[in-house]
């Protein structure tokens, strides 16, 4: 059995002190000489040197590892935020543990706990989409719990924010007026609004921003109109099966997989996309330029916002007295085939 290689056996080998070693293989500042790091970083390769990340995690309390905790790593909008955050942990020295709570706030503090008691060093906690005061406020002390535990955190909407946490977020507002605006350019005015939970930040500014775009066409808001979803794909089609005798001309879906779900119940009656209705999008999910219609959506860049993420935690961990951050990223409209002009009736 062979033995562990020790940052003593590199020292005693390369002549130089343990703690000369210990700073190049940690990437600790130092005056070291880019010849000795180069000999050290040879050395550590060529013996099979290991670090031992828990002793270092015990002695610093460091782990230089951030938590992620995300309701559905199924949805690509959840799993394109992971791969942001991944890919700038790995590019700057630092790991990430994935947390898929399944949307049950209660596992949520589970992982949180967990996290904890791995000496995390930042989290990133994206809210979970469930609906109801007793659901929030689950969420609201899960938020209080990661105070406790002075951990630093990002959130990745406005829901229930407060310092000192951090958030990366988007102007839902303006990306719900976008889509709004362009369905009424097209002259429809029977628009049917599949919205998020209620209480959700992200979904409330969205439905303030279509309320907007329709007083700006000096036009009346229907609360009939407008059918409150989960994100879902299910919430889609039950959306359409709900709504189907309003006579609706035009959907806008607050996110892609609601989108999909009302292409397929569109269907079920026997209207295509978009020659009996007009259908709008949120996230620009991949698979919405692939569809056999392609959709017509909001694009948020949600991978930028998982890097951005993880370079908010790594500066809150190693600057404790940072001053929190709100970070916000520019949506764009991305016009594809499943809207088109509503044609006015034709005269007697």
């Known amino acids: ?30 005056r070291i000489s880019e010849q000795t790091k180069e000999q050290i970083r040879a050395l550590a390769q060529e013996m099979g040197y290991h670090p031992n990340y828990a002793a270092v995690s015990l002695k610093t309390r460091r782990s230089y590892t951030l938590g992620l905790i995300i309701p559905d790593i199924r949805n690509d909008y959840y799993a394109s935020y992971a791969k942001g955050m991944e890919d700038a942990c790995q590019k700057l020295g630092y790991t990430m543990i994935l947390c898929s709570t399944n949307s049950n706030p209660e596992r949520e503090r589970q992982y949180i706990e967990t996290l904890s008691s791995k000496n995390i060093d930042g989290i990133a906690l994206v809210v979970t989409p469930c609906s109801g005061d007793s659901s929030m406020s689950t969420y609201t002390s899960n938020q209080d719990l990661v105070f406790s535990l002075k951990i630093p955190m990002v959130q990745m909407d406005l829901t229930n924010y407060r310092p000192p946490a951090n958030a990366v977020i988007c102007n839902h507002e303006t990306g719900g007026y976008m889509a709004t605006r362009h369905l009424l350019s097209l002259g429809h005015r029977k628009i049917l609004f599949i919205s998020g939970p209620a209480g959700l930040e992200g979904s409330e500014s969205r439905l303030e921003g279509c309320k907007k775009a329709f007083a700006d066409y000096s036009l ?18 039950n959306a359409v099966d709900t709504c189907i005798i309003r006579n609706f001309t035009a959907v806008f879906a607050f996110n892609d997989l609601m989108a999909c779900g009302v292409y397929n119940g569109l269907n079920k009656y026997n209207l295509s996309v978009p020659d009996d209705v007009s259908v709008v999008g949120y996230d620009d999910h991949f698979v919405s330029s692939i569809l056999s219609v392609p959709l017509t959506t909001v694009r948020q860049p949600i991978y930028e916002m998982g890097k951005e993420s993880a370079r908010i935690l790594i500066h809150a961990s190693e600057e404790p007295s940072a001053e929190p951050v709100v970070s916000t990223f520019d949506l764009q409209l991305i016009v594809r085939k499943s809207t088109r002009m509503l044609q006015p009736p034709a005269q007697a």
């Open 220 to 237: 009346p808001w229907d609360e009939a109109m407008v059918y409150e979803g989960d994100y879902s794909y299910r919430a889609g089609l």
């Open 1 to 30: 059995m062979s033995t562990k290689v020790t940052i003593k056996d590199i020292a005693r080998k390369a002549g130089l002190s343990p703690a000369t070693v210990s700073l190049v293989l940690n990437d600790r500042p130092s």
